[in-house]
């Protein structure tokens, strides 16, 4: 099952203070809105998400259809394909894709220690 780009989504409690550590570490802003909020910053094909006053945990983030640049893959595993094989394979989902949709759409799961996994398709 190939999932796509993968990426860590941080609950931030100063986005202003985390970018700065983080650029301290090599990242660089990739993507986003600082005054929204949010942010994604890139060290070669590590992302990390930030985001403050969005979400209570951190989330590792999977996005089928794109590479480690956010540039769309002609070929990728379909949000609601990975759902249903997710779902074959006994995985409770928290949220689900509409099975007859195309497109973007997103499924959310916890893994077997509480953390947040999302699968977000952007294409």
């Given at each position: 099952?190939?999932?796509g780009?993968?990426?860590?989504?941080?609950?931030v409690?100063?986005?202003?203070?985390?970018?700065?550590?983080?650029?301290?570490?090599?990242?660089?802003?990739?993507?986003?809105?600082?005054?929204?909020?949010?942010?994604?910053?890139?060290?070669?094909?590590?992302?990390?998400?930030?985001?403050?006053?969005?979400?209570?945990?951190?989330?590792?983030?999977?996005?089928?259809?794109?590479?480690?640049?956010?540039?769309?893959?002609?070929?990728?595993?379909?949000?609601?394909?990975?759902?249903?094989?997710?779902?074959?394979?006994?995985?409770?989902?928290?949220?689900?894709?509409?099975?007859?949709?195309?497109?973007?759409?997103?499924?959310?799961?916890?893994?077997?220690?509480?953390?947040?996994?999302?699968?977000?398709?952007?294409?």
């Amino acid at each position: 099952m190939e999932l796509g780009a993968f990426s860590v989504s941080l609950a931030v409690k100063d986005i202003h203070k985390s970018k700065a550590f983080y650029e301290a570490l090599g990242f660089s802003v990739f993507h986003g809105d600082i005054d929204q909020g949010w942010l994604i910053l890139s060290n070669g094909d590590k992302k990390i998400g930030l985001f403050q006053g969005m979400f209570e945990k951190n989330i590792m983030t999977f996005n089928p259809g794109w590479d480690a640049d956010a540039q769309p893959l002609e070929k990728f595993d379909d949000v609601r394909d990975i759902q249903k094989r997710l779902q074959a394979a006994g995985i409770e989902l928290q949220s689900t894709a509409d099975p007859d949709s195309s497109g973007p759409a997103s499924i959310t799961m916890l893994d077997p220690d509480g953390n947040s996994v999302l699968i977000d398709q952007h294409v």
